[in-house]
């Protein structure tokens, strides 16, 4: 991934203490916290596209990831900070427990 690397994996791991859970779990919840940093990071940048772009975005099959990043980096060179801030907001949420990554309603 050009978006998100593995530095910014390991902070997710970090800073939410995911290592002390069994590797199941670890995995479950950094996909689902990787899952909402994208797209709060993907919204943030199509509110900046005009309706063609947003046309082309829409066409690219949800499951092809290179193209999506590509075509997000293409679109908006501050893509990469722009995942970052979204990282730091969600890593903040999560702590602040705005959040609520399993499956359990408190």
Same mark, same amino acid.
């Given at each position: 991934?050009?978006?998100?690397?593995?530095?910014?994996?390991?902070?997710?791991?970090?800073?939410?203490g995911?290592? @002390? +859970?069994?590797?199941?779990?670890? $995995?479950?919840?950094?996909?689902?916290?990787? =899952? &909402?940093?994208?797209?709060?990071?993907? *919204?943030?940048?199509?509110?900046?596209?005009?309706d063609?772009?947003?046309?082309?975005?829409?066409?690219?099959?949800?499951?092809?990831?290179?193209?999506?990043?590509? @075509? +997000?980096?293409?679109?908006?060179? $501050?893509?990469?900070?722009i995942?970052?801030? =979204? &990282?730091?907001k969600?890593?903040?949420? *999560?702590l602040?427990?705005?959040?609520?990554?399993s499956?359990?309603?408190q």
């Open positions: 991934m050009k978006l998100i690397d593995d530095k910014m994996i390991e902070d997710i791991i970090d800073s939410l995911l290592r @002390f +859970l069994s590797v199941e779990k670890r $995995n479950e919840i950094l996909t689902m916290t990787l =899952e &909402l940093i994208s797209k709060r990071a993907s *919204i943030r940048i199509i509110e900046s596209l005009n063609v772009e947003v046309g082309e975005f829409s066409n690219i099959p949800k499951n092809e990831f290179e193209k999506i990043e590509d @075509f +997000l980096i293409l679109k908006n060179p $501050n893509a990469k900070t995942f970052e801030e =979204e &990282l730091a969600t890593k903040n949420d *999560i602040s427990s705005k959040i609520n990554l499956n359990n309603e």
